[in-house]
């Protein structure tokens, strides 16, 4: 199982960022997939989770209405569409898979700072 994410970068407030995690190494299909995100000097914050069809998203309520989780089945690709970010919203995320055996990519920095 492989999952590298991709995407993140220095942003503005207000400013969007849309990062991206091709996974590999399994039947990307048939597993919800999740964003989790570490701030600095902080422990790991869910952010997002998608059902394996995409008829389902949910949120942390503190990126609710702001971030858009979505995958691309034939790709092998899972995406986190992020606006209106905040210097709060900083934070290593990561690109995991839950159940069974959790896997986790090595993650992409996002820094919110003007």
């Known amino acids: 199982v492989q999952l590298v994410e991709s995407g993140g970068g220095l942003v503005q407030p207000g400013g969007s960022l849309k990062l991206s995690c091709a996974a590999s190494?399994?039947?990307?299909?048939?597993?919800?997939m999740s964003w989790v995100r570490q701030a600095p000097g902080k422990g790991p914050e869910w952010v997002s989770a998608?059902?394996?069809?995409?008829?389902?998203?949910d949120y942390a309520d503190s990126v609710k209405g702001r971030f858009t989780i979505s995958r691309d089945d034939a790709k092998n690709m899972l995406y986190l569409q992020m606006t209106g970010l905040q210097p709060e919203d900083t934070a290593l995320y990561y690109c995991?898979?839950?159940?069974?055996?959790?896997?986790w990519g090595k993650g992409t920095l996002v820094t919110v700072s003007s």
């Open positions: 190494g399994f039947t990307f299909s048939s597993y919800y």
């Open positions: 998608i059902a394996t069809d995409g008829s389902r998203a």
């Open positions: 995991v898979r839950f159940g069974g055996m959790d896997y």
